[in-house]
């Protein structure tokens, strides 16, 4: 297998593997020889500890809807490229690409003391190069692009899925599941872990306090953190650096439609926002919806003479007080003309409130 691997190399990049890079592809096919996938369907379904990682592009419905075909394969191939690098780089298994996500595995099929830290360390980098990403496509005239992330360790069936015309190794079980649904939890740029995958790593991550949600199968609220900064080897998740933004207060009647499963549901509804900012609103409605539902909003900002259309935003809080219902959320896609004419607003508005 070692020849093989090595014959492969030197006939596409005409160079052969070094001694040292010999020696290290020799001790992962050790490792895979120490714990090989099963010869026969169903034979050796193991359990394992695996940290899972789900990564998804955030707001790509609306990209994918509005963008001709080839623009959008072009921005999920070199976003999807450039992810896998940093995959294989830290030694991460990708289980299956899933339309605008993939599913990593860390400690399937191979095993390694280091799997949660390297898991972590994966992801922070996959988000710092989303903004790479980003900075190289508004030079070619294409969307941003932001991703949510969800992590979770636990114990998982691994093996072989599927029949004798198709199989795959893959994992199963309630721990995969949670992973998921972190990941749905994640705002665009954000790294949400559970608190297993931070017991197993409160000494090398830096996170913030515990964030309790309710998870659909789930009899108790489940604890989550969101990843911060990995200080030893000099990492920042670069979602912090751009949270910040003037809030006015206003008054803008609004349309919205909720989203399910990423089907925008036809009923419009109505409601206020009461505060705008570049990257979300606080929004009151005549009935309160649930932690995280995604909505698409539109609305005129009146002092730019501007129709806001297809904006997408997730609610990310509740306002306690008397009154109507009233919302955080965090917009996960705007439109790029869109996005100028609320920062322009915003300024405006800003500037219009000083003495």
Do not use: W
């Not at 090595?6 to 001790?27: K, N, P, Y």
């Not at 390297?118 to 989303?130: F, N």
């Not at 900075?135 to 969800?150: E, R």
């Not at 997730?314 to 965090?330: A, C, H, I």
């Amino acid at each position: 297998m070692l020849q093989r691997i090595h014959e492969i190399v030197a006939r596409d990049t005409g160079r052969s593997l070094s001694a040292a890079a010999g020696s290290e592809v020799a001790g992962v096919l050790k490792e895979l020889d120490g714990q090989a996938y099963p010869a026969t369907l169903g034979e050796q379904f193991l359990n394992r500890e695996v940290t899972i990682v789900f990564a998804d592009l955030r707001g790509f419905t609306a990209i994918a809807s509005g963008h001709p075909a080839g623009v959008v394969i072009q921005l999920l191939n070199s976003c999807f490229i450039r992810m896998s690098e940093i995959i294989f780089k830290h030694q991460g298994t990708i289980d299956k690409f899933m339309g605008d996500s993939i599913m990593v595995l860390f400690g399937a099929p191979v095993r390694r003391p280091d799997d949660v830290a390297r898991a972590l360390a994966c992801a922070v980098e996959m988000q710092l190069t989303m903004s790479e990403l980003n900075l190289a496509h508004q030079g070619q005239g294409l969307p941003d692009l932001y991703m949510g992330i969800g992590i979770n360790t636990g114990e998982v069936l691994a093996g072989m899925l599927g029949s004798e015309r198709y199989s795959e190794y893959t994992v199963i079980g309630d721990e995969v599941n949670l992973a998921s649904r972190i990941e749905a939890f994640s705002l665009r740029g954000q790294v949400l872990i559970s608190q297993s995958t931070h017991e197993r790593s409160r000494d090398f991550v830096e996170a913030s306090d515990p964030i309790a949600i309710h998870v659909k199968g789930k009899p108790e609220p489940v604890s989550l953190r969101e990843v911060i900064a990995i200080p030893s080897l000099g990492l920042k998740v670069p979602r912090q650096e751009f949270r910040r933004s003037h809030r006015i207060e206003v008054r803008l009647p609004f349309a919205y439609q909720l989203i399910d499963q990423g089907v925008v549901l036809p009923e419009v509804h109505s409601g206020t926002i009461r505060d705008l900012g570049y990257h979300g609103a606080l929004i009151e409605l005549a009935r309160e919806l649930p932690l995280y539902a995604e909505i698409k909003l539109s609305f005129k900002l009146p002092i730019v003479d501007y129709q806001l259309q297809d904006v997408y935003a997730k609610v990310v809080g509740r306002k306690t007080g008397d009154g109507l219902p009233q919302m955080g959320s965090e917009f996960t896609s705007v439109p790029p003309e869109a996005n100028l004419k609320i920062q322009l607003f915003v300024q405006l508005m800003v500037f219009t409130d000083r003495p």
